[in-house]
């Protein structure tokens, strides 16, 4: 089959979230089934697509910087294309549109994050007639799961099983740039992860923006412990899922953790706030004791779950006493991780038009009280873990030792330890290992493989 990128080169760079990365694994599906060849460099490619959020501003400020050094990297000698072809989709495309060629000229594409399909199109279209190309969809017509899929692990899998969002958290921009949520049909999802469990997948990670409202819009009542029992009977190894919004996650659903065999002992649930106040003007829709209390259920569930959370500091209005709560609330649950962010103004949102007075010091002051909780935290909990043998998936190797294996406990925690002499880390990649724990550190555990699963 002749098609127009047989002997081409592509990268995809990927800013963002995990549906991003997803996206960004169609897109390469996409690309290498039409005989285009991925390669890792900007230098070597002569397409370059960047999968784009803008979730903060500084993920936006990236992107233009990035392209903007673009003009100083010469194309490959034996590229078949007389200039670099290069594209913008995800949510920055969805947002900007046709700005973006205004502002940075010398982009070729730009598409959306409802229009994945389309992009071959609208290569072809600048490769035969040169010029802009830009497609940006309000709604998608179909969930986006008939584009094949180049994985960047043969072993772990990213499952969409929502996509879109309908909470509008008033600081977020994710419900204008994603669209309303929509539901997969369960059958279909079941089929898909089945297809990987017969490829050898060991771990699935289902996705959405708050998977625990999965089949709203389908069936009429969230159906999202039903997805979890007809993966776990699908025989994987290993079953995750982000990310879950507090106001949905059901007893039914909390049940499940301790009692499916695949289910990991983590859950992501973001509070964002442990102040009522700012919980209220955020749109979040519960209160931090209705937080905490779904804790206790998931400690009574599974007393050894893994726990972690977004905490945004400094939202508009943002008291001593608002942060002070939050600090409180984050002693209180202890978690093993928070991904602590500093509130970033986003046009559009509502949270855009509310006062937002707080010098900039005072929450950089607070962010940093927060990140010692934190720390504090998630030292004490790895400690537990210490002189336990953990089974760890192996992802590859450290990225500071070759010779220490890298991979992931159940409770996500990364674990490092000595690869087994004569065994090299390719061989051991994607497989399970037993390793005892005899170093606990704040963000990974190491140890000693004590049998290859
Ligand atoms: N400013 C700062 N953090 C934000 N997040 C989403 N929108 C914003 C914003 N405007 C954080 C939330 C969310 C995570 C993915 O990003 O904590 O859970
Ligand atoms: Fe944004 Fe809230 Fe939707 Fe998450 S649940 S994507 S924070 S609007």
Redesign the pocket.
């Known amino acids: 089959m002749q098609t127009p990128f047989m002997n081409m080169t592509f990268c995809v760079r990927t800013f963002g979230?995990q549906m991003n990365k997803h996206d960004s694994e169609r897109i390469s599906g996409m690309l290498e089934g039409l005989g285009g060849l991925m390669v890792e460099t900007v230098e070597e490619a002569d397409i370059l697509v960047y999968m784009t959020c803008c979730?903060?501003?500084a993920a936006d400020t990236r992107l233009y910087g990035q392209v903007a050094s673009l003009k100083n990297v010469p194309l490959r000698d034996d590229s078949p294309l007389k200039k670099r072809i290069i594209a913008v989709g995800g949510c920055i495309g969805q947002r900007d549109g046709e700005e973006l060629t205004k502002k940075l000229p010398h982009l070729d594409v730009v598409f959306g994050t409802h229009n994945l399909a389309s992009l071959p199109r609208l290569l072809q279209g600048v490769i035969e007639e040169g010029g802009h190309q830009v497609e940006v969809l309000d709604a998608s017509t179909s969930f986006p799961t008939e584009l094949p899929t180049a994985r960047e692990h043969s072993w772990a899998a990213w499952l969409p099983i929502t996509i879109g969002c309908n909470n509008f958290?008033t600081?977020?921009?994710?419900p204008y740039v994603r669209g309303r949520e929509k539901s997969r049909p369960i059958e279909d999802i079941v089929a898909e992860a089945e297809r990987y469990v017969a490829a050898g997948v060991k771990e699935i990670t289902l996705l959405g923006q708050n998977v625990n409202s999965y089949g709203r819009d389908l069936y009429g009542s969230p159906r999202f412990a039903q997805i979890l029992d007809a993966l776990d009977q699908t025989g994987i190894e290993r079953l995750r899922f982000a990310?879950s919004h507090p106001k949905d996650l059901s007893d039914e659903v909390i049940a499940k953790f301790g009692k499916l065999r695949s289910l990991m002992p983590a859950l992501h649930l973001?509070a964002?706030s442990g102040s009522d106040a700012v919980l209220k003007a955020m749109n979040r829709r519960y209160t931090s004791a209705h937080y905490l209390q779904l804790i206790d259920k998931l400690r009574d569930a599974c007393p050894d779950i893994a726990l972690s959370t977004?905490?945004?500091v400094g939202?508009p209005g943002e008291t001593e006493q608002d942060f002070e709560d939050t600090a409180r609330l984050v002693d209180t649950v202890g978690y093993h991780q928070v991904?602590t962010?500093?509130?970033?103004?986003?046009e559009g949102?509502p949270?855009a038009k509310m006062v937002d007075n707080t010098p900039h010091e005072v929450i950089q002051q607070r962010f940093d009280r927060l990140v010692d909780i934190v720390q504090k935290h998630a030292y004490e909990k790895n400690q537990l873990d210490l002189g336990r043998t953990v089974p760890v998936l192996v992802e590859g190797t450290s990225k500071r030792d070759n010779l220490l294996i890298a991979g992931k406990s159940p409770k996500n925690q990364t674990v490092h330890a000595p690869l087994p002499e004569g065994v090299s880390a390719d061989a051991l990649e994607g497989s399970i290992v037993n390793v005892k724990v005899d170093e606990a550190k704040t963000w990974y555990l190491s140890g000693t493989i004590v049998d290859n699963g």
Request: charge should be positive.
């Open positions: 979230c979730v903060r501003e958290c600081y977020c921009i994710v990310t973001p964002q977004d905490i945004i939202f991904f962010f500093i509130y970033s103004k986003r949102t949270a």
